[in-house]
């Protein structure tokens, strides 16, 4: 059983930085196809980033520029810089490994990002 834990959310005024954490368990992290993902209050879940085990990356378009998703497979580690952060990226985001047909997080942790 994968277990996905998420960290480095918190507070920051419109334009700031952070960087967000998820730490993997087991020992198949290199073979995932992983990527993050944002949920904010009344809104849909919706895919912010994901990178393939190859290392091709895909942005939504609204993070294009601003975000970037990296891993570090030796400390099975899936990483998302937030850079010139908006109102808008206000959300819960959670990572989640894509396997056995469909993507599967820890939905109901994640780590908070808010933007004011």
């Known amino acids: 059983h994968v277990q996905l834990v998420e960290s480095g959310g918190g507070s920051v005024q419109s334009g700031g930085s952070l960087r967000l954490s998820c730490l993997v368990s087991g020992d198949t992290f290199s073979t995932f196809c992983m990527g993050w993902f944002r949920q904010a209050p009344g809104k849909l879940r919706e895919a912010v980033a994901v990178i393939n085990s190859d290392g091709s990356i895909t942005y939504a378009d609204s993070v294009q520029g601003r975000f970037t998703i990296s891993r570090d497979n030796a400390k099975n580690t899936l990483y998302l810089q937030l850079n010139s952060l908006k109102t808008e990226d206000t959300a819960m985001y959670y990572c989640?490994?894509?396997?056995?047909?469909?993507?599967?997080?820890?939905w109901g942790q994640g780590t908070q990002v808010t933007v004011s």
């Open positions: 989640a490994y894509f396997g056995s047909a469909s993507w599967s997080g820890s």
